[in-house]
């Protein structure tokens, strides 16, 4: 049995432009990105210049209006870009997600004035964008913020420090969410910060196991002075476009699961088939096969499950719990494909000739990002049972 090398996805495309889309990012991610990943993953180093090509693609700003620089594509198509990039590269795949986070405030609750000002350049105008949501000591517990955003005159002054900040460092802009008034969910504003404003610094980015290449940092703000024009909705209405934010950016985590997954399981079924033991392939081996068909059911479960999330999203239908629901699936999915693809490849999985480890390593991290696992149980439960007894 020859060797079989791993065939595009089969996409259920709702037009010829987005099967051209599509086409366009395969290109990309073939010419550009995957061939340098392991290298630049292993050399932490960030890719600046594949955002730079993403923008100029058009690719960094898919899911927004036309008039101000998005690609007026629906959830459904930017997911599936989402997970060919994922699929090449985590780090790039991951970013576009965090980058379409950041953007999602100003898109959906800013001023036409504020619209029409900054818009252009976050989604075209080759800006990265970071989401200052977590701090060193609220994760979960996001309502339980400490930066401070204090009114002086016209202005704002910003100072505290968010943690986990992915782009810590490289952003050229913020959304930052900080208290403005009393404790809990309704004291707390959104803000659009620029990345060179006087004031904001970041820390050394987090030494961590996997993603080596996107740079995660705190980011400290220092009396940052902002003008009352770069405040986002109502004062107070921060937490609810957090929360708005949120919802959509869990489907992005997922979609970028299931590329993960995917090349996985692309380099398991390519292993599989071309290594022979006792005279055969061991693709022929009962054991191994059925490992691989679980492998690739679990995948398709996931992604059917984030682009009905995605669709409900698109016909304006309440889509939380089921974006929840693929969040959590597609990462644990994307955790038990890459554990397997490294017992498939046996001791070559354990070592960095083959990229089965690295999937295995980030794998990791998109069970804890943008709501770990164990907060999308709470948040499916509550739609299910209500909210908890106090």
């Known amino acids: 049995m020859p060797d079989r090398a791993p065939q595009p996805v089969d996409r259920q495309l709702p ?52 008039e101000y620089g998005g690609g007026d594509q629906p959830y459904e198509v930017y997911l599936q870009v989402l997970e060919e990039l994922a699929a090449a590269r985590l780090t790039v795949g991951l970013g576009v997600s965090v980058h379409s986070l950041a953007c999602h405030a100003l898109a959906n609750y800013g001023t036409k ?18 989401y200052c949501l977590s701090e060193p000591a609220s994760g979960s517990d996001a309502a339980s913020l400490r930066t401070k955003a204090v009114r002086d005159g016209d202005s704002w002054v910003l100072t505290g420090t968010k943690a986990w900040i992915t782009h810590g460092g490289v ?35 987090e030494k961590k196991m996997g993603m080596k290449g996107s740079p995660t940092a705190q980011v400290h703000f220092d009396g940052v002075r902002i003008p ?7 004062e107070g209405q921060g937490f609810a476009i957090a929360l708005s934010a949120l919802d959509s950016g869990r489907l992005g985590i997922a979609a970028c699961a299931v590329g993960v997954a995917q090349a996985a399981l692309d380099e398991a079924v390519a292993y599989a088939t071309g290594r022979e033991q006792f005279g055969r392939p061991i693709a ?9 068909a679980d492998m690739a059911t679990r995948i ?16 304006g239908r309440p889509f939380a719990r089921q974006a929840a629901m693929a969040k959590l699936f597609c990462t ?29 390593r980030e794998a990791k991290v998109l069970q804890i990002v943008e709501g770990t696992n164990q907060i999308q149980r709470m948040v499916i439960a509550r739609h299910l049972a209500g909210p908890e007894s106090r």
């Open 284 to 292: 022929d081996f009962q054991g191994l096969r059925f490992m691989l």
């Open 228 to 234: 009352d024009g770069r405040r986002i909705g109502e």
């Open 171 to 205: 952003a050229d802009f913020c959304t930052v969410l900080a208290r403005t008034g009393g404790e809990g969910a309704r004291g707390i504003t959104a803000f659009l910060v620029p990345g060179d404003a006087e004031g904001l610094s970041a820390a050394v980015p």
């Open 15 to 66: 037009t010829d432009e987005a099967r051209d889309l599509i086409s366009l990012v395969r290109d990309i991610a073939q010419r550009e990105i995957a061939p340098k990943a392991a290298e630049e993953e292993d050399a932490g180093r960030f890719p600046r210049e594949i955002f730079t090509l993403l923008s100029e693609s058009g690719l960094l700003g898919l899911p927004y209006d036309s």
């Open 300 to 315: 398709e479960a996931g992604r059917s499950l984030y682009l009905t999330a995605a669709r409900l999203r698109d016909a």
């Open 113 to 130: 004035e504020q619209q029409v000002e900054h818009l252009p350049d976050m989604l075209g105008g080759g800006l990265l964008g970071a």
């Open 332 to 360: 644990d999915t994307a955790m038990q494909v890459t554990i397997d693809a490294v017992q498939v490849l046996g001791g070559y999985g354990y070592t960095a000739d083959f990229p089965v480890e690295r999937y295995m």
